[in-house]
């Protein structure tokens, strides 16, 4: 047996000991395949193509969270992405060249703002990558623009772009990084065959020349629209040689949170082309629902494909939970208040193939493809040794199924004892993930594995493998009120702690007129937007989603050159298009003229009050508050209140800063603090949900996921007839108070329940009914009463609904909750 080739790095935070459980010898005989043995034949002089690795994408505002998280926990996080032999063992990383625009859940700085400007300390995506290169050496890097700044004379296709691109380049290169691959406009609808050409040029010209480049990232609803990069680099020479990786996105469709993966095509032209096929960006899906699909895509990438390297989007969950596609990612960590995360099973499929085969490898095509009961397996051998790895999923296979394995003795790989590693994907229990179950001696080359349904299995005659601590880590809590921050602490130039900006850019710098610093949105030129996110102005956004919006919220404010400033408060939501952050505003313009208003999800603005300031200027600072407490709401400037208001369409969320337009503003001394006590909750991970009928992706579990903008939602192809309900298991017997109900934050009225009736168990055979009623059908979350005593289970059925049912989010309180009826 042989240790599979690696470097060796020892993990940066406390290393957990590798698995060690003692090898289960298993000894075999030849006799002939039974009827029902599936026969993979293992030869190593078998054709095949050269894997390229299994990676992750850090984008799109993804990993906003991760680079706030404390120590130890965050360096722990990062040994399970990049340490050898700990966790995913990720060989390639993917980071977004930030254009500070909305690239889907926030902004990322860009380091060229202008043409004479150049900073190459912006953004956390440098840090992330020295990290990665810390523990892992080897690891490829790799670039890719989202949107861009909005100074390119030309647009993105545009010399400029290209100056802009060299200059990250060089960037890279002040951090001490190579960047080995560059891409160029993420998921465009078209790209410009000329442009890679001329970049190719620059790459060259400017000492560039080891980069390679990657084209053109597309995506497509069908297979020809999702390849037709191909079609155009057969039919012109200088781009395809230009073009080093032919990549597209999501290969094996798209679909958040319930795309099966069943298969992974490519076409002939671009298998024809004599240039690696990527799968540059899959996944979407939440990290505790998403292994399956993700094992499926590794595999079959490659058996339908021919495609040498998969992507994963994102690396980690680390962004916001109100935001869209929120708990997307490899791991949960977006919790640095209590620097609590989680691994998943979607890390350790990953670690199936991540920690058994190098880039470099080489796949054999004969003994890669199809099980016959449900499933698929691939096999990839070392180029310098008789080493290989198998690895089977069996996501889809409904009965275990034998696989015998045979090695002929020409073959050129090795005999040594076979390693058994694998994951029961239908497990929640962290004891069957990724564990070593066996040794398989097999002196005469043959050996057989049962295959159980849901599993992925790794078999190799490599060693070294192991793994981290597998679990939670810190204390799963919402962020912890009273909240203050006066930014003098933020090195200038950067992003303070927990600000997430979703468009623009919030930065610390000097604040003009008085000492100290603040925090200023710095990008005066609109830039250019992605292609599916449409601008918004300048907002950056704060805070636990899960708070019960009794609290104040305080901010000093200079309108400066923009044409207004907001505080935000009680946002309920970030929607991905324009203007979508539904709550309350406190808008104060540049002639003085303040507003109180009303965000619906449906983006109307309804003003609740308005007045004018007596004596105001742009540039003097204001005190600007917004107060909630149940139903009320009072606005203040200057520490005097200038409305009061009752409303009830937003009663929790987020606190955020707007800026009118692409304009200078600056805030100072943000404060938080409470109103009233907030409800004491159950952890969502500490209760499970189950439904009476439920649509594909819309499944229970959503209401658990602290994020509003997924949901339960039962059928509508076929429509589900009502009544339909959804059960919630606390886990034990608690004293619960109050279920608390929120329903979809959108404009659409389809789901958010109207008449309900709430039943509570404690055997979760027997259920009695203690309340029913009827709710408005807003946005705002419900609070429903409990009687005193102890329950474990309890279900929320629903009679009226728009004809459906559903929940964004399920919530239990153990402390009485203000309004609960």
């Given at each position: 047996?042989?240790?599979?080739?690696?470097?060796?790095?020892?993990?940066?935070?406390?290393?957990?000991?590798?698995?060690?459980?003692?090898?289960?010898?298993?000894?075999?005989?030849?006799?002939?395949?039974?009827?029902?043995?599936?026969?993979?034949?293992?030869?190593?002089?078998?054709?095949?193509?050269?894997?390229?690795?299994?990676?992750?994408?850090?984008?799109?505002?993804?990993?906003?969270?991760?680079?706030?998280?404390?120590?130890?926990?965050?360096?722990?996080?990062?040994?399970?992405?990049?340490?050898?032999?700990?966790?995913?063992?990720?060989?390639?990383?993917?980071?977004?060249?930030?254009?500070?625009?909305?690239?889907?859940?926030?902004?990322?700085?860009?380091?060229?703002?202008?043409?004479?400007?150049?900073?190459?300390?912006?953004?956390?995506?440098?840090?992330?990558?020295?990290?990665?290169?810390?523990?892992?050496?080897?690891?490829?890097?790799?670039?890719?623009?989202?949107?861009?700044?909005?100074?390119?004379?030309?647009?993105?296709?545009?010399?400029?772009?290209?100056?802009?691109?060299?200059?990250?380049?060089?960037?890279?290169?002040?951090?001490?990084?190579?960047?080995?691959?560059?891409?160029?406009?993420?998921?465009?609808?078209?790209?410009?065959?000329?442009?890679?050409?001329?970049?190719?040029?620059?790459?060259?010209?400017?000492?560039?020349?080891?980069?390679?480049?990657?084209?053109?990232?597309?995506?497509?609803?069908?297979?020809?629209?999702?390849?037709?990069?191909?079609?155009?680099?057969?039919?012109?020479?200088?781009?395809?040689?230009?073009?080093?990786?032919?990549?597209?996105?999501?290969?094996?469709?798209?679909?958040?949170?319930?795309?099966?993966?069943?298969?992974?095509?490519?076409?002939?032209?671009?298998?024809?082309?004599?240039?690696?096929?990527?799968?540059?960006?899959?996944?979407?899906?939440?990290?505790?629902?998403?292994?399956?699909?993700?094992?499926?895509?590794?595999?079959?990438?490659?058996?339908?494909?021919?495609?040498?390297?998969?992507?994963?989007?994102a690396m980690t969950a680390s962004?916001?939970?109100?935001?869209?596609?929120?708990?997307?990612?490899?791991?949960?960590?977006?919790?640095?208040?209590?620097?609590?995360?989680?691994?998943?099973?979607?890390?350790?499929?990953?670690?199936?193939?991540?920690?058994?085969?190098?880039?470099?490898?080489?796949?054999?095509?004969?003994?890669?493809?199809?099980?016959?009961?449900?499933?698929?397996?691939?096999?990839?051998?070392?180029?310098?040794?008789?080493?290989?790895?198998?690895?089977?999923?069996?996501?889809?296979?409904?009965?275990?199924?034998?696989?015998?394995?045979?090695?002929?003795?020409?073959?050129?790989?090795?005999?040594?004892?076979?390693?058994?590693?694998?994951?029961?994907?239908?497990?929640?229990?962290h004891a069957d993930w990724f564990?070593?179950?066996?040794?398989?001696?097999?002196?005469?080359?043959?050996?057989?594995?049962?295959?159980?349904?849901?599993?992925?299995?790794?078999?190799?005659?490599?060693?070294?493998?192991?793994?981290?601590?597998?679990?939670?880590?810190?204390?799963?809590?919402?962020?912890?009120?009273?909240?203050?921050?006066?930014?003098?602490?933020?090195?200038?130039?950067?992003?303070?702690?927990?600000?997430?900006?979703?468009?623009?850019?919030?930065?610390?710098?000097?604040?003009?007129?008085?000492?100290?610093?603040?925090?200023?949105?710095?990008?005066?030129?609109?830039?250019?937007?992605?292609?599916?996110?449409?601008?918004?102005?300048?907002?950056?956004?704060?805070?636990?989603?899960?708070?019960?919006?009794?609290?104040?919220?305080?901010?000093?404010?200079?309108?400066?050159?923009?044409?207004?400033?907001?505080?935000?408060?009680?946002?309920?939501?970030?929607?991905?298009?324009?203007?979508?952050?539904?709550?309350?505003?406190?808008?104060?313009?540049?002639?003085?003229?303040?507003?109180?208003?009303?965000y619906a999800s449906d983006r109307?603005?309804?003003?609740?009050?308005?007045?004018?300031?007596?004596?105001?200027?742009?540039?003097?600072?204001?005190?600007?508050?917004?107060?909630?407490?149940?139903?009320?709401?009072?606005?203040?400037?200057?520490?005097?209140?200038?409305?009061?208001?009752?409303?009830?369409?937003?009663?929790?969320?987020?606190?955020?800063?707007?800026?009118?337009?692409?304009?200078?503003?600056?805030?100072?001394?943000?404060?938080?603090?409470?109103?009233?006590?907030?409800?004491?909750?159950?952890?969502?991970?500490?209760?499970?949900?189950?439904?009476?009928?439920?649509?594909?992706?819309?499944?229970?579990?959503?209401?658990?996921?602290?994020?509003?903008?997924?949901?339960?939602?039962?059928?509508?192809?076929?429509?589900?007839?009502?009544?339909?309900?959804?059960?919630?298991?606390?886990?034990?017997?608690?004293?619960?108070?109050?279920?608390?109900?929120?329903?979809?934050?959108?404009?659409?009225?389809?789901?958010?329940?109207?008449?309900?009736?709430?039943?509570?168990?404690?055997?979760?055979?027997?259920?009695?009914?203690?309340?029913?009623?009827?709710?408005?059908?807003?946005?705002?979350?419900?609070?429903?009463?409990?009687?005193?005593?102890?329950?474990?289970?309890?279900?929320?059925?629903?009679?009226?609904?728009?004809?459906?049912?559903?929940?964004?989010?399920?919530?239990?309180?153990?402390?009485?909750?203000?309004?609960?009826?």
């Open positions: 047996m042989h240790r599979l080739i690696r470097r060796t790095v020892r993990p940066l935070a406390v290393l957990a000991a590798a698995a060690t459980c003692a090898a289960l010898l298993l000894p075999q005989q030849a006799p002939a395949a039974a009827a029902d043995e599936q026969v993979v034949t293992l030869d190593g002089e078998s054709a095949g193509r050269t894997f390229d690795g299994i990676g992750a994408l850090s984008a799109g505002a993804s990993s906003r969270l991760l680079v706030d998280y404390p120590e130890p926990a965050r360096s722990r996080i990062l040994d399970y992405l990049f340490t050898p032999g700990y966790g995913a063992e990720l060989q390639i990383l993917r980071v977004e060249i930030g254009g500070d625009v909305n690239s889907t859940a926030g902004s990322e700085p860009s380091h060229m703002r202008a043409a004479t400007d150049l900073d190459c300390d912006r953004g956390y995506e440098w840090w992330l990558m020295r990290e990665a290169k810390q523990r892992n050496p080897d690891i490829v890097l790799s670039g890719l623009s989202w949107g861009a700044p909005g100074w390119f004379d030309g647009g993105f296709w545009s010399q400029d772009n290209i100056d802009h691109l060299v200059a990250w380049l060089d960037c890279a290169q002040h951090h001490g990084l190579s960047i080995d691959y560059l891409g160029g406009w993420n998921e465009s609808e078209d790209f410009e065959p000329s442009w890679f050409v001329a970049l190719d040029e620059a790459l060259e010209a400017n000492g560039h020349a080891d980069t390679k480049i990657i084209a053109a990232d597309g995506w497509g609803a069908d297979l020809a629209e999702r390849w037709k990069v191909a079609d155009v680099m057969a039919a012109d020479d200088e781009f395809r040689d230009a073009v080093d990786v032919l990549s597209v996105h999501y290969p094996c469709g798209q679909q958040y949170n319930g795309a099966p993966f069943d298969h992974c095509p490519s076409t002939q032209t671009a298998q024809d082309l004599g240039v690696p096929l990527w799968s540059g960006e899959q996944g979407s899906q939440k990290y505790d629902i998403g292994a399956g699909p993700l094992a499926k895509a590794i595999n079959r990438s490659y058996i339908d494909g021919r495609m040498t390297a998969t992507v994963n989007w962004f916001y939970t109100s935001i869209p596609y929120a708990g997307v990612g490899l791991m949960r960590a977006y919790q640095p208040w209590s620097g609590y995360f989680e691994t998943s099973k979607s890390l350790w499929s990953m670690a199936h193939t991540g920690q058994f085969a190098e880039p470099g490898w080489r796949y054999l095509d004969d003994a890669s493809g199809y099980l016959d009961s449900g499933g698929s397996y691939v096999t990839l051998r070392s180029p310098d040794t008789g080493d290989y790895s198998v690895v089977i999923e069996s996501v889809d296979a409904e009965s275990p199924q034998t696989v015998r394995f045979e090695i002929p003795d020409d073959a050129g790989l090795s005999t040594a004892p076979v390693q058994v590693w694998r994951t029961d994907l239908r497990s929640d229990q564990t070593q179950e066996a040794t398989i001696r097999h002196d005469d080359g043959t050996y057989r594995l049962t295959v159980q349904p849901g599993h992925v299995y790794t078999l190799t005659t490599t060693a070294g493998q192991g793994q981290g601590k597998v679990g939670t880590f810190g204390t799963d809590r919402a962020m912890k009120l009273p909240y203050r921050d006066d930014f003098d602490a933020t090195p200038h130039g950067r992003s303070p702690r927990l600000l997430s900006d979703f468009n623009g850019a919030f930065e610390a710098v000097d604040c003009p007129g008085r000492r100290g610093g603040c925090v200023e949105q710095v990008v005066t030129t609109e830039p250019i937007a992605w292609r599916y996110t449409t601008h918004t102005t300048p907002l950056t956004v704060l805070g636990d989603p899960h708070w019960f919006g009794d609290y104040r919220v305080a901010v000093d404010a200079r309108v400066d050159q923009a044409q207004h400033v907001d505080l935000l408060g009680r946002v309920d939501g970030v929607q991905l298009g324009a203007g979508g952050q539904p709550g309350y505003r406190l808008r104060l313009d540049r002639s003085g003229r303040w507003t109180l208003i009303e109307t603005e309804t003003a609740l009050a308005e007045g004018r300031l007596d004596r105001f200027h742009p540039r003097q600072w204001h005190r600007l508050s917004l107060a909630f407490r149940g139903e009320q709401i009072s606005a203040f400037i200057d520490n005097r209140r200038v409305a009061r208001v009752d409303d009830a369409r937003h009663n929790r969320g987020q606190v955020g800063l707007m800026v009118g337009d692409w304009q200078r503003a600056q805030f100072d001394n943000l404060t938080i603090t409470p109103t009233g006590p907030s409800p004491v909750l159950v952890p969502q991970g500490e209760i499970s949900a189950t439904a009476t009928n439920a649509h594909l992706g819309y499944e229970a579990a959503n209401v658990l996921d602290a994020n509003p903008n997924s949901m339960w939602h039962t059928s509508w192809e076929p429509q589900a007839p009502l009544p339909q309900s959804i059960t919630l298991d606390l886990g034990r017997r608690r004293p619960a108070t109050a279920l608390l109900y929120t329903p979809r934050y959108d404009s659409n009225p389809n789901a958010n329940i109207t008449e309900y009736t709430v039943h509570v168990s404690s055997d979760g055979d027997s259920f009695t009914p203690v309340t029913s009623g009827s709710w408005p059908a807003d946005g705002a979350t419900k609070a429903v009463a409990l009687p005193p005593g102890r329950v474990r289970y309890i279900r929320l059925e629903a009679h009226a609904g728009n004809g459906y049912a559903g929940a964004a989010e399920l919530n239990v309180a153990l402390t009485p909750v203000r309004g609960a009826a």
